[in-house]
């Protein structure tokens, strides 16, 4: 079974600074997907940034950045010049086949 | 688009009472999925729709709860009877072009509370 571990329950970064929030993943797949979800106060679940598995090189979206390293099941999300509004769950997930799998949430707090 | 729309937001029930909640996915996506969240499991996959079809139910947590996605822009969850143990934020998620990489849209959940 394909499983998804956040090891960081809380997470806190400066404004303006930056934070790296960690996920390992578990599976005996090659072919595979992962996300990073955002779950702010308001409950809605955003996507912040996905990885093929398939690619080498690393997603980027503006200030959000991964490093994916595949042989190690590692997929770290980092968050650059954070804001304020950054503040919140984020969910790391994988998506395999028919499976979906995630993981158990770090809550960020954004210090003004 | 108006986005995965649920309702109703917030449902207060007494224990063995029949709950239902409702989940239009947005116009063209043909996967849609239930979630559960809670504190102490996380969010939980309890069952995916694949253009309508049940593919995978397993995470159903038992008999009490059934699905039903009677058309591409519908589907149910109904759980009887409740239990106070299935009080748990209810997320419906959709995403396009079935069972692909692509990301999941959610909801903004059902926070559901059985007494």
């Known amino acids: 079974a394909q499983t998804v571990t956040q090891s960081q329950p809380e997470m806190s970064v400066q404004e303006a600074e930056t934070v790296t929030l960690s996920c390992t993943y578990d599976t005996s797949e090659s072919d595979y997907y992962l996300f990073w979800y955002k779950q702010p106060p308001s409950r809605q679940m955003i996507l912040v940034i996905r990885q093929e598995a398939y690619k080498q090189q690393n997603a980027t979206e503006n200030r959000f950045s991964v490093n994916f390293q595949k042989a190690a099941k590692s997929f770290s999300l980092k968050i650059s010049d954070s804001q304020l509004g950054d503040a919140a769950m984020y969910f790391c997930a994988s998506h395999t086949g028919n499976q979906f799998y995630f993981g158990t949430g770090t809550s960020l707090t954004v210090i003004p | 688009d108006a986005g995965v729309i649920q309702s109703p937001r917030h449902e207060v029930t007494e224990m063995g009472q029949e709950v239902t909640l409702r989940c239009k996915p947005i116009?063209?996506?043909?996967?849609l999925f239930w979630y559960r969240q809670t504190m102490m499991r996380g969010l939980e996959l309890l069952i995916y729709?694949?253009?309508?079809?049940?593919?995978?139910d397993s995470g159903m947590p038992e008999d009490r709860f059934s699905a039903k996605m009677p058309n591409a822009s519908f589907s149910t969850l109904k759980i009887q009877p409740s239990e106070p143990r299935d009080s748990a934020v209810y997320f419906c998620?959709?995403?396009?072009?079935?069972?692909?990489?692509?990301?999941?849209?959610f909801g903004p959940g059902t926070r559901l509370t059985v007494l």
């Open positions: 998620a959709s995403s396009p072009f079935g069972v692909s990489y692509n990301e999941q849209f």
């Open positions: 116009s063209g996506h043909n996967s």
């Open positions: 729709f694949n253009n309508n079809v049940p593919i995978d």
